[in-house]
């Protein structure tokens, strides 16, 4: 049971921007308090095309910078909750009082940590290993001083040497009975460091067994950090071992390796916390291996691709030694040998079952032996709800058994039922993902509803969100709910649900950005979660710079786990020297190699033939491996060397390699593609002959193509019809059968088949899968194009689908076809005044600028034109904003005009605005009112700052974060350009026209996958 709180000032957006530097506490427990949002401004009823509010000189002025750091308290992460509670921890034990609360104050860059009103110290934003555990020993000397405890000498040898004896067993049963005899000889002989030396070995390698795939039974980590603490302040013997140990664990790699360089060479633990796995594995089958190195052996061999190996290994030791059932099971949990997961789900309930009787002592022998092991395992064939009632039934006896201040009953009841529930989901994940058996899935739901106990109750709703997220039936926002209730999930088991969550409904809404918010609210600094929030501000937030801030800090901790993050984030920033350094390293894995070889062509795809001989070698290293195949496969079929890309293909199948996934439907898939490109459409049939009768998509849809091409008609619609009908009429679906009509010149079956699709397609699926299509078949043929477009408007095809039929067929400049079809969807819908712009851009491109002048002006009523100005600012002709309204100072909203032209100039740079005098001029002459303050700022007369404390309401902070995004973007400020449009989007005025400006240039900047440095240094000026 965690007693820790933390104190948090329930603080109102408002109240925050008027109390600079005052400072963020981060409460728990989740969520936190709704905004206070009495005495703001309603959201004004504006629509996309409306203009700027109106100005509220009355109202007191909110500070821009003070704004922008409530956003980044918003979504702060807090230190990492392990060495937080492990401060409790540490007062309790030795003061003997209930632990009491736990305060974290962010303040002047660092977060002061306080306990029941006592200050214990101080942590940087993102905390280090030794950063927490500098803290954790000076707060425990100054609680050792506070209470006057005093460590003696008094425990007899022989008790020591008991033990030593059950901390080597190193299984939980052994370590567990050694906490018995921590907690005895403590009482018996007092006060001893000796004894917290033993005691930090037994927490931690207990914490280092811990099957808890969820991380809601974290406390154990927590307790090893507080005793490792105490034992390291009693100035005992050197724990590097097992500091090392459990740095790793707690995913501090840099610690662990710097603390394992004190141990010799060849330890085990200095080989697997340095990431010498090779090393490792060729000591797997040495009798004199203890148990504690026999683990760590499994954990070497889960990194190679030799899964034979890995399994038998596994399954010697799950057969040779009852006491290492657990720590097999935790080390396969770390494997990406897939055929390990057969071992794991064997092992875990079996696991928790041998570990609930041996602590007992009701059906296991102290040695451990193969009969008592053998009883144990019977109970395998019971149901898990009846496992669970022996948990619980153990929870009473654990009360009885573990007295005393070392290791006490819910620790030992922690662990196991963090194994018990461990088990148990992960062989749900397994049927959900792996073997994506739903109703299975769904079946094993039903059980963690019936469980007892706080988390056992919560796992229930847990998993029943991912199985309905599988199966499409929640959406996320309402996942997120249930989340908010599940106070005891922890922090991987809700990066696990977002994760399903993003796979299933890709976010892109702004209506979502709640769920960040309460996604970073519930993770904490450690490396992984600063990850992952990272991941969650470029893909849901679109926030570059917040994202290569939590990266950087994150990726100093160089583990296996961020190899493929490290990967990327190199190729995303041009580090070209960093994709060799890590592909040198000697346990990056097959996958991860590949991948940056993959980004490596990104970089440097002219370098061919270096490349070339890379994937070769990687090959030859790894013959068995899928994804070296596959990623030297694309690498020559992007560069259209289809010959050689076929004889990879032919290589893996002819290797006749057991998978346990498509690969091999992949590979022949991949033979007939490359046929297919060299129009060999034939040949391209014949490759996937072997799997023709796969359900598999890219086989159906290949065959319908190739089919096509051949000019087989019945046969072709035939396929692409199975195709829709097979995939549920998704978008790529539609695309194969529009094929296939296409080619038949059956265009009213295409216009019918979109049209009944068009709940399903969106503005991404018309550009990418719809249109493409219609242009690639159709293209150079220019009267059926039109017959087809034009047949579509008149059919009613949505704004949506239209706008990108017409920018299509423009990209063909068929720029006649765009403006018919502009023309036609202004005449259904007058109040889409955008297309007007859109259609401008085809009269230009035709050198028809007056004719398209006048058919602006002909529809937009002078009276309208300072609205449709906004229009006119997201188009790149912005000559408009001076030729459709001659005369701004004569329109009823000439503030918007003005402010329109400013923000134009400052999109182009001022001086390279033809009417920049124009513009000095009016600014000169202009009133101090908060739109002429902005203008003069967006044209440079005014120094950015001015801009920072004109705002007097959200709408306006909207605005103006707008504006200065826009100049800051030009001047190559990309950095505070994207703070800015984040700080505007960020007011969540979602009817304000800047609110929708900004997310759109977040999105851009961030759909270019490079870093903004690359940026800057590239000269981009387009945002």
């Not at 977060?111 to 905390?127: M, N, Q, R, S």
């Not at 216009?751 to 249109?771: E, M, P, T």
């Not at 085809?842 to 100005?869: C, T, Y």
């Not at 800047?994 to 945002?1023: C, F, M, P, V």
């Amino acid at each position: 049971m965690r007693s820790i709180s933390f104190a948090c000032a329930g603080i109102g957006l408002v109240a925050v921007l008027l109390i600079v530097g005052a400072g963020c506490y981060i409460p728990i427990p989740f969520p936190r308090a709704k905004e206070d949002t009495a005495g703001q401004t309603p959201i004004r009823e504006k629509g996309v095309n409306a203009g700027p509010s109106a100005s509220l000189p009355a109202q007191q002025a909110i500070s821009l910078p003070a704004f922008q750091s409530s956003i980044a308290d918003r979504y702060r992460l807090r230190p990492d909750l392990r060495f937080i509670e492990a401060v409790a921890r540490i007062h309790q034990f030795i003061t003997g009082e209930a632990s009491g609360s736990v305060e974290v104050r962010f303040a002047d860059g660092r977060w002061e940590v306080i306990y029941d009103a006592k200050a214990v110290g101080a942590l940087p934003e993102f905390p280090r290993f030794a950063d927490g555990m500098g803290l954790l020993e000076s707060w425990t000397r100054s609680c050792l001083a506070a209470h006057g405890m005093t460590l003696g000498n008094a425990v007899p040898q022989e008790k020591l040497e008991e033990i030593e004896h059950s901390l080597d067993g190193f299984s939980p049963y052994h370590l567990c009975e050694a906490g018995k005899q921590i907690n005895a000889a403590w009482t018996q002989h007092g006060a001893d460091a000796r004894l917290l030396d033993a005691a930090a070995r037994m927490h931690t390698l207990l914490a280092i067994q811990q099957l808890d795939s969820l991380g809601a039974f974290e406390a154990q980590q927590a307790r090893a950090l507080a005793f490792l603490a105490l034992a390291k302040a009693a100035a005992g013997p050197s724990l590097a071992r097992y500091e090392a140990l459990l740095a790793s664990e707690l995913g501090y790699a840099n610690h662990a390796k710097d603390t394992a360089r004190t141990l010799e060479l060849e330890d085990p633990v200095r080989l697997i916390v340095s990431l010498r796995y090779a090393q490792l594995r060729e000591r797997a089958d040495e009798s004199s291996l203890n148990p504690l190195e026999k683990f760590l052996c499994m954990k070497a061999l889960g990194t190679s691709s030799n899964t034979e190996r890995v399994l038998d290994y596994a399954n010697r030791l799950l057969a040779d030694d009852a006491t290492l059932d657990l720590p097999v099971c935790k080390a396969a949990l770390a494997s990406e040998a897939y055929v390990v997961l057969d071992v794991m789900s064997r092992a875990l309930p079996a696991g928790a079952t041998l570990a609930l009787a041996q602590v007992t002592g009701q059906e296991v022998l102290p040695d451990g032996t193969k009969e008592s092991q053998a009883k144990a395992l019977r109970n395998l064939k019971k149901d898990p709800l009846e496992l669970a009632r022996d948990m619980d039934a153990y929870a009473v006896e654990a009360d009885r058994a573990f007295t005393g201040p070392i290791l006490l009953a819910d620790a030992v009841s922690d662990f196991y039922r963090g194994c018990f529930v461990a088990g148990l989901a992960e062989q749900g994940i397994y049927l959900l993902y792996r073997s994506v058996d739903v109703p299975s899935a769904k079946s094993l739901a039903a059980y963690f509803g019936k469980f007892h106990g706080t988390f056992a109750e919560e796992l229930g709703p847990w998993y029943l969100g991912l199985v309905e997220l599988k199966e499409g039936a929640r959406a996320p926002r309402a996942n997120v709910e249930v989340l908010r209730r599940l106070s005891h999930i922890g922090t991987a088991g809700l990066i696990q649900a977002f994760g399903a969550m993003e796979g299933r409904y890709p976010y892109s809404r702004p209506e979502n950005f709640e769920c960040i918010e309460f996604f970073a609210s519930r993770l904490d600094t450690r490396p992984q979660s600063r990850m992952e929030l990272g991941d969650q501000m470029m893909e849901v937030l679109y926030d570059p710079a917040e994202m290569e801030r939590l990266y950087v800090s994150a990726l100093a901790e160089v583990s296996p786990a961020s190899l493929s993050s490290a990967a990327w984030f190199a190729s995303y920033n041009g580090d070209g020297g960093k994709l060799r350094e890590l592909a040198a390293m000697k346990h990056a894995t097959p996958y991860v190699r590949s991948t940056i070889l993959e980004y490596q062509a990104q970089l440097d795809g002219e370098n061919v033939k270096v490349l070339s001989g890379d994937h070769a070698d990687l090959i030859r290293q790894f013959p068995d491996e899928w994804t070296v195949y596959e990623s030297y496969y694309d690498y020559l079929f992007q560069r259209k060397r289809y010959d050689e890309a076929r004889t990879i293909m032919r290589t893996w199948l002819g290797r006749d390699i057991e998978t346990y996934d498509l690969q091999d439907i992949f590979a022949f898939c991949n033979v007939g593609e490359t046929y297919f490109e060299q129009e060999k459409y034939q040949e391209a049939l014949d490759a996937i002959e072997p799997v023709i009768d796969s359900a598999a998509f890219r086989v159906r849809a290949l065959r319908a193509r190739a089919l096509a091409q051949l000019g087989r008609k019945a046969e072709a619609i035939d396929a692409g019809r199975f195709v829709v009908d097979r995939f549920r009429s998704t978008p790529l679906a539609v695309s194969i059968l529009l094929r296939v009509y296409y080619t038949f010149g059956q265009d009213d079956e295409a216009k019918a088949l979109i049209l009944d699709n068009a709940n399903i397609l969106g503005y991404h699926d018309y550009r990418q899968h719809v249109w493409p299509v219609l242009i690639d078949i159709v293209g150079k043929d220019p009267a059926r194009l039109r017959h087809i477009a034009v047949g579509l408007v008149e059919s009613h095809l949505e704004g949506e689908g239209l706008r990108g039929l017409a920018s299509a067929v423009g990209k063909i400049d068929q720029h006649k076809i765009a403006i018919e079809l502009y023309r036609k969807e202004f005449e259904v819908n007058p109040n889409a005044s955008s297309v007007l712009i859109y259609a401008y851009d085809h009269f230009d491109k035709l050198g028809q600028q007056e004719e398209g002048r006048k058919w602006i002006m002909a529809n937009v009523p002078e009276k309208s034109r300072s609205l449709f100005a906004a229009e006119i600012l997201l188009d790149k002709h912005h000559e408009l904003l001076w030729d459709v309204i001659p005369n701004a100072d004569a329109n009823p909203h000439a503030e918007y005009v003005w402010l329109y032209r400013a923000a134009a100039a400052a999109q182009a740079g001022p001086q390279n605005d033809p009417h920049y005098q124009d513009l000095v001029a009016h600014l000169n002459a202009a009133d101090a009112s908060y739109y002429n303050e902005l203008c003069r700022v967006l044209v440079g007369l005014s120094p950015e700052e001015k801009a920072y404390g004109i705002a007097t309401n959200l709408d306006q902070v909207c605005e103006t974060a707008c504006y200065l995004g826009i100049m800051c973007a030009q001047q190559g400020r990309f950095e505070d350009a994207v703070r800015w449009f984040r700080t505007s989007v960020e007011t969540r005025r979602f009817n304000n026209t800047e609110y929708h400006w900004a997310y759109d240039k977040l999105l851009l900047i961030a759909g270019e996958n490079r870093s903004l440095k690359r940026l800057k240094d590239e000269g981009t000026t387009q945002y």
